[in-house]
């Protein structure tokens, strides 16, 4: 693992890496040839090699894990889970800056930056691929649930430990 991580500049670590975004963000920068700590809990961490992701746990330790993973050390940081590490990943990457979360909205408290997605510098929305292409492609399904049990979908999303994407279909 350390010598994968030795051998590709660019090492980012996604925290809530076995949700559907942070799944997605992890194959994303995979296909882009970018080295993947994901951080998940430890039932997700076969999943997050089979994205292409270096596993790491969260929790006491955590830190010293994804150095132990990266001892080039860590270009980046994406928090997906919101899950109250935003100082633990400033200590990763040195420079808060390099620190971005889409659900913990005290990383500005800590020097961090929100992505909500809204006030975007460039207004061109980004480039996607085509359909089908690429294993980003294709997310992964936690479960599929009818639309008579969208409530039950936020019970189980809100467990935080759902892989992929719940998706709600309608008859």
Same mark, same amino acid.
């Given at each position: 693992?350390?010598?994968?991580?030795?051998?590709?500049?660019?090492?980012?670590?996604?925290?809530?890496?076995?949700?559907? +975004?942070? *799944?997605? =963000?992890?194959?994303? #920068?995979? %296909?882009? !040839?970018?080295? @993947?700590?994901?951080?998940? /809990?430890?039932? $997700?961490?076969?999943?997050?090699?089979?994205?292409?992701?270096?596993?790491?746990?969260?929790?006491?330790?955590?830190?010293?894990?994804?150095?132990?993973?990266?001892?080039?050390?860590?270009?980046?940081?994406?928090?997906?889970?919101?899950?109250?590490?935003?100082?633990?990943?400033?200590?990763?990457?040195?420079?808060?800056?390099? +620190?971005? *979360?889409? =659900?913990?909205?005290? #990383?500005? %408290?800590? !020097?961090?930056? @929100?992505?909500?997605?809204? /006030?975007?510098? $460039?207004?061109?929305?980004?480039?996607?691929?085509?359909?089908?292409?690429?294993?980003?492609?294709?997310?992964?399904?936690?479960?599929?649930?009818?639309?008579?049990?969208?409530?039950?979908?936020?019970?189980?999303?809100?467990?935080?430990?759902?892989?992929?994407?719940?998706?709600?279909?309608?008859?």
């Amino acid at each position: 693992m350390n010598e994968l991580t030795d051998k590709i500049a660019a090492v980012i670590l996604v925290n809530g890496a076995s949700v559907g +975004v942070g *799944s997605a =963000a992890v194959q994303f #920068a995979v %296909e882009r !040839g970018t080295t @993947v700590i994901g951080v998940a /809990g430890p039932s $997700n961490q076969n999943y997050l090699v089979s994205l292409g992701a270096i596993p790491a746990t969260y929790g006491p330790g955590h830190v010293e894990r994804v150095r132990a993973r990266a001892r080039t050390g860590i270009d980046a940081t994406v928090d997906i889970a919101g899950s109250g590490v935003i100082p633990e990943l400033v200590a990763l990457t040195g420079d808060p800056c390099r +620190v971005v *979360s889409i =659900a913990d909205l005290s #990383a500005p %408290e800590h !020097g961090a930056r @929100v992505s909500t997605g809204f /006030g975007r510098q $460039n207004p061109r929305p980004p480039r996607r691929r085509a359909p089908g292409r690429g294993r980003a492609a294709h997310p992964a399904r936690h479960t599929n649930l009818p639309l008579t049990q969208t409530a039950a979908a936020h019970v189980v999303n809100a467990t935080g430990h759902v892989r992929g994407r719940i998706v709600i279909t309608v008859p």
